[in-house]
């Protein structure tokens, strides 16, 4: 199992461009999140989903949309990037324990 | 609204040294509590985790965590530390019960290992 990945690794976008990052999951897990991560922050919930079809906001959802079309994949959207939205993010998934597993991240950098 | 807490935010050791971290929480019921373990460059991994029972719980790479409702705590220890546990921790927790299972995360707690 590859458990959870992200798509791309690494992206540098220009102030207005727009971007989607990709999720996957392969455990067949009902719960998905999208968190970004920055210094000295922890890391922080933009955004999650309780199952395919569903999507909620988390902490810090604006500037951010998501959805989920297929119970294996969650699409974090950015319309109009800005340069506040650098930052490392991380999808994750879990099914009914609590137990989440991440993927490797996504370094965002918008100039 | 749930919080965590890790006082400390750098934290310096040497190899072989005892090791603690601290964590504590505000929630209104006893949450869902764990600590992941963040190498540099790389995702989250799980430590070990607390749903209910025993108070003191076992983890992965020699860890454990011992529970105290009283202090709303949930601190991490390893008794002997190895220069690979250089990393970043994050004491997190989540509401128990069914629910969205949504983690609140601390700040963090860098740990540098003095060979």
């Known amino acids: 199992n590859a458990g959870v990945t992200q798509t791309p690794k690494f992206r540098v976008l220009k102030t207005g461009q727009s971007m989607t990052l990709l999720c996957a999951q392969d455990?067949?897990?009902?719960?998905m999140y999208w968190y970004r991560q920055d210094p000295g922050m922890g890391l922080r919930l933009i955004h999650y989903s309780v199952g395919e079809g569903t999507t909620a906001k988390g902490e810090v959802p604006d500037g951010y949309n998501v959805s989920r079309l297929k119970k294996q994949n969650f699409l974090l959207g950015l319309e109009s990037a800005a340069p506040s939205q650098t930052s490392v993010y991380f999808c994750?998934?879990?099914?009914?324990?609590?137990?989440?597993?991440f993927g490797p991240g996504t370094r965002l950098t918008v100039l | 609204a749930q919080s965590v807490t890790q006082p400390d935010i750098h934290i310096t050791v040497s190899e072989g040294a005892s090791l603690e971290l601290r964590c504590n929480y505000s929630y209104g019921a006893t949450p869902y509590l764990f600590w992941y373990v963040q190498s540099p460059g790389q995702g989250l991994q799980l430590l070990l985790k607390?749903?209910?029972?025993?108070?003191l719980v076992q983890g992965i790479k020699g860890f454990e965590a011992e529970f105290k409702r009283s202090q709303s705590s949930f601190n991490l220890r390893k008794p002997s530390v190895h220069w690979s546990d250089a990393a970043e921790y994050f004491c997190a927790v989540a509401p128990s019960g069914a629910g969205s299972y949504q983690l609140t995360f601390g700040k963090g707690t860098k740990l540098s290992v003095i060979p």
């Open positions: 607390y749903f209910s029972g025993d108070t």
């Open positions: 994750a998934s879990t099914e009914f324990s609590g137990e989440q597993f």
């Open positions: 455990m067949n897990h009902e719960y």
